[in-house]
């Protein structure tokens, strides 16, 4: 009998079902990429020894997933709609200004003009050194400002050498010929004694006579060439002191009576207030240190630059929409964010070119921007890229967003950082157009930086915030492959 009881006490047992453990009553996988949480149904035990779930996929059935879904945040999704039209707006409505505003800073490549080089001469006189060196580039930069050309390049190069180009100049010959002499006036009484030099000159300025209407030009002294004058007229009266420049003589009039006030005109040898003009302009910039020796000129005609610009602004236009094309098939939602960065990081470089007065465009600027386009647009593959991996993980959107930036920005800052590096090595070693070209790209290595650290992930957060668009496909994710990387055992 006792045997009996025994017996049915262990049926009951046998028959009596087993309490599934905390862990397998209930599981909750939050799905990332849709902002939604999915419980899942207890499942059916497997053996200790492990195997694929019983539909033989390894992944969690659809018909299994219950989603609880939440409202749009209209605040938010206000918010993104208002920033998106701004932008775009902004985009079209300056486009025309922008391209107007740049045509007056294209450099000599795009808008035609002239390049020369010229080498200091040492004489025992004026021998070469580091301060005549810069003198002479300052002599130069005023005699070019004096004919109007906007943005020059003046540079020494190699330490005994000038570099200058003038772009947009209309008269290439007679801008080289204006800059590269000496300009070294000289007041000579009649036995060759020179008493009086244009480095006593405070201004020179052409003019017409009143009375005949001839060109002149008219001369001032400072203080010590005003007295220096007055001797030498009081003590040549009735006797001609003639003025050169550069050898050359211009008019040597008879002194009449003491000149005490500084003035003086030079007359009788101009044709035209042009030729007026040119002497005064050189006088007035002063005379260079030392002599120079023009080694080497380059003229680039209007219709070659106009041509290099458009074939330019066509590869750059090109480029950029097949990086618009990419990005949004690739990415989807992020991918607009990305191209709604370029766009804003265009701005910003038209806005600096536009704003610094002596930046110049040409061509290897614009190979310059077109490459920290490409810096830009892989700053934000990297995010997408981790944030895709985030995902697959499990993770909710935000949490993705978080950690794919925290992620990819130690990349992002490491390929900058190298760029950087390069940049300032071609600035210091490079000179001309390979400056330009560094200095283009280091501009643009930082505002990427700036749209991509600040601008996307701001862009972003505000689009997780309104609940706009959860489901994964929509952030280059397929709902199969987050539900396959679900669905696989933790190792």
């Given at each position: 009998m006792a045997g009996k009881k025994q017996q049915q006490r262990k049926n009951s047992k046998k028959e009596q079902p087993q309490k599934a453990s905390p862990e397998?009553?209930?599981q909750t996988v939050?799905?990332?990429?849709?902002?939604?949480q999915q419980e899942l149904s207890p499942p059916p035990a497997r053996p200790a020894s492990g195997g694929a779930r019983p539909d033989g996929s390894g992944a969690v059935p659809p018909s299994r997933l219950r989603t609880r879904k939440t409202g749009i945040n209209w605040a938010d999704a206000g918010i993104l709609g208002l920033i998106f039209l701004a932008i775009i707006a902004v985009a079209i409505f300056t486009a025309k200004p922008i391209a107007a505003g740049l045509q007056?800073?294209?450099?000599?490549?795009?808008?035609?003009?002239?390049?020369v080089v010229y080498q200091a001469v040492p004489t025992p006189e004026a021998p070469v050194t580091r301060d005549?060196?810069?003198s002479l580039r300052d002599n130069i930069d005023k005699r070019v400002n004096a004919l109007g050309v906007s943005e020059p390049v003046i540079q020494i190069v190699n330490g005994n050498r000038v570099l200058v180009e003038l772009a947009g100049v209309k008269d290439p010959e007679e801008a080289v010929n204006q800059i590269g002499r000496t300009a070294h006036m000289e007041f000579k009484t009649e036995d060759g004694k020179v008493v009086l030099t244009g480095k006593d000159l405070t201004d020179a300025k052409a003019e017409l006579n009143p009375q005949n209407n001839q060109p002149e030009v008219a001369l001032k002294f400072n203080t010590a060439g005003a007295k220096v004058f007055a001797d030498v007229t009081a003590a040549n009266i009735g006797k001609k002191i003639a003025i050169y420049l550069d050898d050359q003589l211009l008019t040597d009039p008879k002194v009449e009576t003491v000149i005490p006030d500084g003035n003086a005109v030079i007359w009788g040898s101009y044709k035209t207030l042009q030729d007026a003009q040119e002497d005064a302009l050189l006088l007035k910039a002063g005379a260079l240190p030392v002599q120079v020796q023009l080694i080497e000129k380059r003229t680039v005609g209007p219709v070659l630059g106009q041509e290099s610009l458009d074939r330019s602004l066509k590869a750059g236009m090109i480029g950029l929409g097949l990086i618009f094309i990419f990005m949004l098939f690739y990415y989807r939602v992020p991918g607009i964010v990305a191209d709604l960065s370029l766009i804003v990081y265009t701005l910003i470089m038209a806005g600096i070119y536009l704003a610094v007065p002596h930046l110049t465009l040409t061509l290897p600027g614009i190979a310059a921007f077109i490459i920290s386009v490409g810096m830009a647009v892989d700053a934000n593959i990297l995010i997408y890229e981790r944030l895709k991996e985030e995902l697959r993980l499990g993770k909710t959107l935000r949490s993705s967003?978080?950690?794919g930036f925290r992620h990819a920005l130690r990349t992002i800052l490491d390929c900058n950082v190298n760029t950087l590096i390069g940049a300032a090595v071609l600035y210091y070693f490079g000179s001309g157009a390979i400056r330009g070209f560094a200095v283009t790209l280091a501009i643009g290595v930082f505002m990427s930086l700036f749209t991509a650290v600040t601008f996307t992930r701001f862009i972003l957060h505000m689009l997780v915030s309104s609940r706009l668009v959860l489901d994964p496909k929509w952030y280059g994710l397929s709902k199969t492959k987050l539900n396959t990387a679900l669905a696989k055992p933790a190792v």
């Open positions: 397998i009553q209930q939050t799905t990332a990429s849709t902002g939604s007056k800073h294209l450099g000599l490549d795009l808008q035609g003009g002239v390049h005549s060196m810069n967003f978080d950690a």
